[in-house]
């Protein structure tokens, strides 16, 4: 589960950019994320608000289950939310050193994880699509896609660290990423010794 087992896929910013030293840290997450996790706090404690009047009506208990059932549901999306708004995660790129990644998702301690280069396989740009609708007078549905990173290792373990809006953006972080690591070295492959059989 991300944030808890696994580093976070969200929107980063980048901190340090020093590619001739080859380092890069991005810093997450970015505004619209926080953002969005504010937003829901503020939905969630509007509706929980709204609901506990309900309570106080002198109505049987098993009416009152529903109202209950409905601020339990607020209360938890305004943990939820403000939990969003302040978690902090960042993934540091070095070369030689391959990449950290650091998430600290609060009341939990601090999490670090380290990738090094001799166990990356390769980076890959997925798409994901979210539909939403709505239940106006005209049902309508939207969809969005969005780009994440995704670090593939050697042991075949996917680890999508960042979203984007767009595939160029996504492209365009993972060749920063390239430049940072440098070349991957290559293994040898076992072959004819030299001096030894031909014609």
Known sequence: MQWLS???CTRMKVKVSERERGVLELEGPALPARLVG????????????????????????????????????GSGLTLAGAIAASAACSVHIERKKGLTFRWH????????????????????????????????SFPTSRSRAVYRLVLVT???EALPFEEFATRAQA???????????????????????RGMGGS
């Open 6 to 8: 696994s580093p976070p």
């Open 38 to 73: 504010g937003a829901a706090a503020v939905f969630g404690a509007g509706f929980t608000a709204r609901t506990l009047p309900f309570l106080r009506l002198p109505i049987p208990f098993p009416f009152k289950l529903i109202p209950l059932t409905m601020a339990a549901v």
């Open 105 to 136: 998702l609060r009341p939990f301690a601090p999490r670090e994880r380290q990738v090094s280069p001799a166990d990356m396989a390769d980076f890959e740009v997925t798409r994901h699509e979210y539909t939403s609708s709505s239940n106006d």
């Open 154 to 156: 050697k042991a075949g």
């Open 171 to 193: 492209m365009l972080r993972k060749e920063a990423i390239a430049e940072v690591l440098g070349p991957v070295p290559r293994k040898r492959t076992a072959g004819r010794k």
